[in-house]
């Protein structure tokens, strides 16, 4: 982890993470975690970075033409929840997301979704 990361607040990664998420880019996606990190999504766990790496190796093909809107994002300590919902192309998700940040780094991530998966 660079030294300039540890010093990220809870603030800066929560928006770092859903800027990168946005641009598409699932290398940058996977840019804000920790090495031993783990993604709790759908009853799947993702534990460590290779495996959040290849989780998100498959969101853009997922989402497809579909819109990815950020509603809002509350931070609390180490703690940032946000809420999302996708649109367009037979694609009507939502959910809220829950990330504790340490260190300047994500370190867990609990996915609650709302209906259906996408």
């Known amino acids: ?43 799947e766990v993702y534990e460590g970075i290779e495996a959040i790496q290849g989780y998100f190796a498959t969101v853009p093909s997922r989402l497809g033409n579909a819109e990815l809107h950020f509603d809002r994002l509350i931070v609390d300590g180490n703690e940032a929840t946000f809420f999302w919902r996708i649109v367009g192309t037979g694609l009507n998700a939502s959910g ?13 991530q609990t996915v609650h979704l709302n209906a259906t998966d996408f």
């Not at 997301?97 to 300047?104: E, F, M, P, Q």
């Open 1 to 43: 982890m660079e030294e300039e990361q540890l010093f990220r607040t809870t603030q800066q990664v929560a928006q770092d993470h859903i800027t990168a998420v946005l641009s598409g880019d699932p290398n940058r996606m996977a840019e804000d975690y920790a090495h031993n990190a783990c993604l709790e999504r759908a009853g």
């Open 96 to 108: 809220t997301d829950v990330l504790t940040i340490k260190g300047g780094a994500i370190t867990k």
